[in-house]
Nanobody, 128 residues
């Protein structure tokens, strides 16, 4: 069973940076979707960035509000995947609980139905 553990959240001032990390243990998929989601108080969960790994080519995509500011990346070791989210120029509206998700490759990794494993989340708070 895959276990996802996020880290790297914290409190920063607007314009600051954070790097989130997610360790996916027990991950054996060669083709997969992995991504970051966030949920702010009183709002629905939204996708932030996703990696689609086809086994030949890796694609990444971002929600419009974070394009140019956030960068998703991944690394791998035996049965373990590492997912990162580098966030710069943070804004107060980026404040949310950030979750890592993973699942086998499904289409273009759109939405969240592909995710069958979720982390517990890491809080990001950006003050103005």
């Amino acid at each position: 069973q895959v276990q996802l553990v996020e880290s790297g959240g914290g409190s920063v001032q607007a314009g600051g940076s954070l790097r989130l990390s997610c360790v996916a243990s027990g991950y054996t998929y060669r083709r997969y979707c992995m991504g970051w989601f966030r949920q702010a108080p009183g709002k629905e969960r939204e996708g932030v960035a996703v990696i689609r790994e086809t086994g030949f080519i890796t694609y990444s995509s971002y929600t419009d509000p974070v394009k140019g500011r956030f960068t998703i990346s991944r690394d791998s070791a035996k049965n373990t995947l590492y997912l990162y989210l580098q966030m710069i120029s943070l804004k107060p509206e980026d404040t949310a609980m950030y979750f890592c998700a993973a699942g086998p490759l499904v289409g273009d990794c759109v939405g969240s139905d592909w995710a069958n494993s979720w982390g517990q989340g890491t809080q990001v708070t950006v003050s103005s």
